[in-house]
């Protein structure tokens, strides 16, 4: 088998003429050239197709969901450490935001 896949690249490296192969690398620099030309444009495509997937949360529903994440952390510190000290700045500095 390996025989066989060996002898078919070699054939097929054999029918690759130097004219071919500066084609080849003449359409790839095209493609690579028009690719760097539209960066942008295809970066805000992907940017849109993005938010169409998943679109963005809007500013009330990022701050809800901070404030739950902050109001859940601050039970979680004051089931699992209650009144240990090094915390208590922290548990306070959460608690202002709630």
């Not at 080849?24 to 295809?42: H, I, M, T």
């Amino acid at each position: 088998m390996p025989c066989n896949t060996m002898s078919t690249l070699i054939s097929a490296v054999q029918n690759i003429s130097l004219i071919s192969a500066g084609e080849l690398a003449l359409a790839s620099g095209a493609v690579c050239a028009v690719l760097l030309l539209f960066k942008p444009l295809l970066t805000g495509l992907a940017r849109a197709a993005m938010l169409l997937v998943r679109p963005r949360l809007s500013k009330e529903e990022q701050l809800q969901r901070r404030q739950m994440r902050d109001a859940m952390l601050l039970k979680h510190m004051l089931n699992s450490i209650e009144g240990e000290p090094s915390h208590v700045a922290e548990l306070r500095a959460i608690a202002s935001r709630v």
